[in-house]
C-alpha cells in the first residue's frame, strides 16, 4: 500500500480546509487509516483514524468537534474535513494505513506512510 495525501494549503484562522488521502498501490479498504502531523521542532502526533468499514472514529482533544474523518470505500479514499482551523493546526499531515482493520493513537500500529500534505494556518 502507498498512500499519498493532498489538498493542503494556507487558510485563515477560523476557515476551513480538505485534505484527502488516496492509495496508489493496493487498495486499503480492510485497513483503518490514521491522519498525523508533525509541526516544525515536534514529534508527529496523532489526529484521527478511522476503522475500515468507517463505523469506528477517534480523534485527539485538540481537535475533537472542529475536525471530521470519513472513508469513502468505492473510492479508496480518507479525508480529513478541518474546520475552525487555528494558527496551532499549522503542520505537515500525514496519512497512514494501520496493521489491522481498527486503528489507534500510536505511530507504530501504522506502515505505509504517505507523503504529508502542508496545512499553514494564519493568524
Known amino acids: 500500500v502507498q498512500l499519498q495525501a493532498s489538498g493542503g494549503g494556507l487558510v485563515q484562522a477560523g476557515g476551513s480546509l480538505k485534505i484527502s488521502c488516496a492509495s496508489s498501490?493496493?487498495?486499503?479498504?480492510?485497513?483503518?487509516v490514521g491522519w498525523f502531523r508533525q509541526a516544525p521542532g515536534k514529534e508527529r502526533e496523532f489526529v484521527a483514524t478511522?476503522?475500515?468499514?468507517?463505523?469506528?472514529?477517534d480523534y485527539a482533544d485538540s481537535v475533537k468537534g472542529r475536525f471530521t474523518i470519513s472513508r469513502d470505500r468505492t473510492k479508496n479514499t480518507v479525508s480529513l474535513q478541518m474546520n475552525s482551523l487555528k494558527p496551532e493546526d499549522t503542520a505537515v499531515y500525514y496519512c497512514?494505513?494501520?496493521?489491522?482493520?481498527?486503528?489507534?493513537?500510536?505511530?507504530?500500529?501504522?506502515?505505509?506512510w504517505g507523503q504529508g500534505t502542508q496545512v499553514t494556518v494564519s493568524s
Open positions: 498501490g493496493r487498495p486499503f479498504s480492510n485497513n483503518a
Open positions: 478511522i476503522s475500515w468499514s468507517g463505523g469506528v472514529t
Open positions: 497512514a494505513a494501520a496493521r489491522s482493520s481498527y486503528g489507534s493513537r500510536g505511530l507504530n500500529d501504522y506502515t505505509a
